[in-house]
């Protein structure tokens, strides 16, 4: 197993940790923390004690965000008075038709975006694609191929894939690093996430969106993990187009909608693929021509999913008074701690840090590749062992994910993760790894 910076090998011993030093240290980082507050903003289980010794650490923030106390009460207000009882006249009175700019103005802030340039709507996979064919239809006339990341969350290469063929041109699969060196004057854009999904890896915005433009190409940023963790900077990286989704560090809700970000200076220019009626510069005329709105709404399509925008709404409020530098800072500290944490609690050689150590190259997760152990005590089947020790940590409450084929993903978002839960997490990560069979394959550490 190569060594990676998090993990000197060696490092830790195969008993059990000092638990008493890391807990005083958790609550000595809790009680510093300028963000512990903002936790009573959200739903969440209470601290384990001697009575509730269940309840669960939430590190699954980057799919799903926890709910906001805001949300509710909002959303049953949206459903009993402004549907129920003002019905079509909410359009206007309650301000719904111009939700998508709105909730996009409030976005705008944590990704480091002026007024009137993110618009809120549709599914992340849909803005890929509109920025995907509206960015192709502003490049030069001679590109013939799109860069797609090649360590990209899936449904990016999928969409790609499919507006490459509609417009002629072909995709290349192509590193992050390597988008500097392999970026010519025929690449008409690149599509890159901020930060990797299976490793947490952040992505260098700035720099490869400055080489793709000193070639003469595009930088579309697709920011779902990223927004709502750390700074983005999508105006001063002079960014051109940008997504994302809302439901992990930004809790709107399961399904909330995405939203889709245009340079100002290239607005005039974006030619929407699907310019649905929303996006006209007056809807109402009922034109059979479509005129494109002026600014951000030409990234609008059809009727705005009004409950999920509306609950979105409410959970931005659990912003109030926060700076994503703020967020930053604790998450940094989140995951530096609960690397801490895992070097001191698990036994060596069964996790592999994939998150990169240094700050600058770290989103807010963790990955850990877990040493593909044989014969689990929970049981052998198909189920790689990675799966089989998540699956047995959310039943002792700690609360990841799993991606394939070995990987244990711990999300932290500073809102709401306290050090108190990353030290949990580790130590439960501990025991379920001691009460695993010895790793059996050769590459174990
Ligand atoms: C980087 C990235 N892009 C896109 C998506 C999803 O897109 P959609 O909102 O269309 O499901 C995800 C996660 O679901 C993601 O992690
Ligand atoms: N949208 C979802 C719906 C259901 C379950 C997970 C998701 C995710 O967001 C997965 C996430 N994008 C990931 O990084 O794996």
């Not at 019905?87 to 038709?97: A, C, K, L, P, V």
Request: charged letters at 20%; aromatic letters at 6%; glycine letters at 12%.
């Amino acid at each position: 197993m190569s060594e990676t910076p998090g993990f000197p090998a060696g490092a830790a011993g195969p008993g059990p940790p000092a638990e008493g030093e890391l807990t005083a240290r958790a609550r000595e980082l809790d009680k510093a923390d300028p963000l512990a507050a903002v936790r009573g903003r959200f739903v969440l289980d209470a601290p384990p004690d001697e009575t509730s010794g269940g309840a669960a650490v939430y590190l699954d923030g980057n799919s799903l965000g926890a709910l906001p106390r805001a949300v509710p009460d909002r959303l049953a207000d949206v459903i009993a008075r402004e549907w129920g009882e003002l019905r079509i006249r909410s359009w206007s009175e309650s301000g719904w038709w111009t939700a998508p700019e709105r909730i996009g103005d409030k976005i705008a802030p944590l990704i480091g975006a002026g007024p009137g340039r993110v618009v809120v709507g549709d599914s992340t996979s849909v803005n890929i694609f509109k920025a995907v064919v509206g960015g192709v239809r502003m490049a030069g006339k001679g590109c013939t191929e799109i860069l797609v990341d090649a360590t990209t969350f899936p449904t990016d290469g999928y969409i790609a894939r499919s507006a490459a063929r509609m417009t002629g041109l072909a995709v290349r699969p192509v590193e992050p690093a390597r988008i500097a060196d392999e970026v010519t004057e025929r690449t008409a854009l690149a599509l890159v996430n901020h930060v990797d999904y299976r490793t947490g890896r952040l992505n260098d915005l700035p720099g490869i969106t400055h080489a793709l433009h000193s070639a003469g190409a595009l930088a579309v940023w697709d920011l779902c993990h990223s927004a709502g963790a750390l700074p983005v900077g999508l105006d001063a990286h002079h960014v051109d187009l940008a997504v994302g989704c809302t439901y992990k560090y930004l809790n709107g809700g399961p399904g909330s909608p995405a939203y889709l970000y245009i340079r100002e200076s290239l607005q005039d220019r974006f030619e929407s693929p699907l310019p649905g009626w929303n996006s006209h510069a007056d809807p109402f005329a009922m034109d059979p021509d479509h005129t494109p709105a002026d600014g951000i709404a030409r990234g609008r399509v059809g009727t705005p999913d009004i409950l999920s925008l509306l609950a979105l709404e409410a959970a931005l409020e659990a912003w109030d008074g926060v700076s994503i530098e703020a967020v930053r800072t604790k998450s940094l500290a989140l995951t530096d701690f609960f690397l801490e944490c895992v070097q001191a609690c698990v036994p060596p050689g069964r996790v592999r840090s994939l998150t990169p150590s240094a700050h600058e190259r770290r989103g807010s997760q963790v990955s850990l590749a877990c040493a593909p152990a044989l014969g689990s005590s929970f049981g052998q089947g198909e189920i790689p062992v990675a799966g089989q020790v998540m699956d047995e940590l959310i039943r002792r409450g700690v609360v990841g994910d799993f991606r394939p084929p070995d990987v244990l993903r711990f999300g932290f978002t500073p809102l709401y993760t306290s050090f108190a839960d990353a030290e949990r997490a580790a130590r439960v990560l501990g025991e379920v790894l001691r009460a695993l069979p010895e790793v059996s394959s050769g590459d174990g550490g």
